[in-house]
């Protein structure tokens, strides 16, 4: 809706479906796309971070984050993402003094999804070398938008858990240890778009330990059980999420009762 | 419109109903999605299983009291002092709760025997809800002395932390290299870390040399820990105090272990969950995992990095029927520096076989599908040592079938298109009515 809208196929835009649409939809448009991440106000800081998939710390968008570490530490953190969601990641780390370190290093933002597959940076300088003079640097990855479904193939964003993951990739081995600090913020915009899809669940990785079943047959899959549908939820199948789709559907039909109307009365004024 | 037996005027409200209050938390949820990512929340939430609190983590602080701690090289102090005071001043911040345990080497032994030097570790504080009083009063007793048995004392501290389901965690804090290999420091982590039990070592060099610092890095390196030196007191308290916070963070139950087999035939059969295996440099791993037909399966795989390789790398997770047949694959590499390499992938059944009577046939027996984990690693690390460690997370969950084509549309070419073809059947209605009206007035 967004991109229609910003991309603006101007050559068929049309005053009065524009005056009807700001009117049908202004309450229901989200604000226009956030330059750079800012923090919400009133969000408590986190000085957390982890060393793995598994102990990631959790944190929100426009959360900020302020952890201290030493280089050569894996930092990770997650973030649940929904559809329809662009999420950027601005990452700044505080070098330790030029005095102690010996050489030029590369620093790296990696993103993962809740299958931990690399999500690729559509923006933003992910792997940023810092110069041995260099007091910080910033890293950054704007990431994808979040799709609401993708095949099963597929490597799309899908709503779920992402992973961030910073470390440095190259410097002189003596550089290693010192102590840094690490300041993140996370941004998102976008809308979400319903009607592309649903995913039943979402990428939220497992963390309990699993059991191996003794014999191939004797056990059912204790899998998640898929949940049984309700009678009248299963009528209704048919019918879309409320999306901008419906407004837009709705607009068009008024307008083209509207204009019915009007070209009805065209062929009468000529008789007056 | 797939309405079937349900579609009686009675079903009529109930449908009413149903689709009121499906649109209402649609409407109530939709704008507030940004909202929601503002609010922290659980990433880990998993509402199928019972919220369970894992035990607290088990940490133990292994110290070097050898002779090189009298050195006076950090801001003019003993590092042995230094040492001290960085204890004791942890031991003041911990939460009550925390099982800590401190455990020293090269402590009590002043001879010149090296046979008997480099047995010389003892722990001085239990692994338990530490005391205070008597956690300092032992550290305030330690005076450097002896030799560096940095291996054996690591082994001696997995022993003290014992075994459970509790993330266990040794940061040693050393200056100077092992004087007592063989067994090398580096080969006992790799190796304790090896018995499956989660283990992981964070080290802390005191003004480390080069040759500290590579053994320190190598000890980090093979259990998944970190490495981090400190030249000032204030350093040292800083990055303990970091440890033993991330330490007690750290509440994930340790993952399930589990041998994969050779071959898919025979392979362990694997429900959803996370598992940790080895697998050596170019070895093949198989596993099974029964799915439904209406099922998605969902794996993901970490290949830790715990030994020096060569430059570049990859993991491939490749997801096979039963006869052999490639199904998905996950793929990664990468070269340089890094802990894991992970990939993951999603695989269901093209579509559920609708025409079949779900009430005839009971639950569908699910198929088998099997999971191999490959390599391409290379290293110069001794092809005896214990594979590479890796963490495999498996997921069944309903599968998401392809969304019907949009039955609603959208866009200002939408709007134009209905617009016009408003106009001219109205125009058309009109001349339709006009028609009619001169021949009724004729009549």
Known sequence: ?272 | MRCGAVCGPAAVSKIIAVSTSRWLRTILIGPTVALSTIIPTAAHADENEPVETAAPPRVELVLDVSGSMRAADIDGRTRISVAQQAFNEVVDALPDGTELGIRVLGATYQGKDKAKGCTDTQQIVPVAPVDRAAAKAAIAALRPTGFTPVGLALRGAAQDLGTGEATRRIILITDGEDTCAPPDPCDVARELAAKGTHLVVDTLGLAPDDKVRRQLLCIAAATGGTYASAQTPAELTHRIQQLVDRAKDSTVKTPALVAGGKECAGAPLLSPGVYTDREKISEHRWYRVPVREDQELRASVSIALDRQVNRDYGVLLRATAADGRELVRGTDAGSGRTDVLSTGLRWSALEPDVESDPSTDGPTTPTHVCLVISNSFASSTASDAPGLPFELTIDVVATSPAPDAPGLGRGWLLLLVLTVAGLLTGALAGWLTRWWVATWRTN
């Open chain 1, 1 to 272: 809706m967004l991109i229609h809208h910003q991309q603006g196929h101007v050559r068929l835009h049309n005053r009065l479906a524009a005056a009807a649409f700001a009117i049908a939809c202004a309450a229901l448009l989200p604000a226009a796309a956030a330059a750079a991440p800012s923090p919400s106000p009133g969000s408590a800081t986190v000085n957390r971070s982890g060393t793995s998939f598994l102990t990631a710390t959790a944190v929100g968008v426009g959360q900020p984050v302020q952890v201290a570490a030493s280089t050569g530490d894996y930092l990770y953190w997650s973030f649940s993402a929904a559809a329809g969601q662009i999420t950027e990641i601005a990452l700044t780390v505080s070098l330790p003094p030029a005095g102690k370190r010996t050489g030029a290093s590369t620093w790296t933002v990696d993103v993962f999804d809740g299958l931990r597959r690399r999500q690729a940076c559509t923006a933003g300088v992910q792997t940023p070398i810092a110069a041995a003079t260099a007091t910080s640097v910033s890293l950054g990855c704007s990431l994808r938008r979040v799709r609401s479904w993708a095949e099963p193939w597929s490597g799309d964003p899908l709503p779920g858990t992402y992973y961030i993951r910073l470390s440095v990739t190259d410097l002189p081995e003596p550089d290693l240890g010192l102590p840094i600090q690490v300041d993140m913020l996370l941004g998102a915009h976008g809308d979400s778009n319903a009607d592309d899809g649903e995913l039943k669940a979402p990428l939220v990785p497992r963390v309990k330990p699993g059991e191996v079943m003794a014999e191939a047959g004797s056990v059912h899959p204790s899998a998640s059980p898929s949940p049984t549908p309700d009678e009248a939820t299963e009528a209704l199948d048919w019918l879309p999420d409320l999306s901008a789709r419906w407004i837009w559907t709705t607009v068009g039909g008024v307008l083209a009762a509207a204009a019915g109307v009007v070209g009805f009365s065209l062929t009468w004024r000529r008789r007056k």
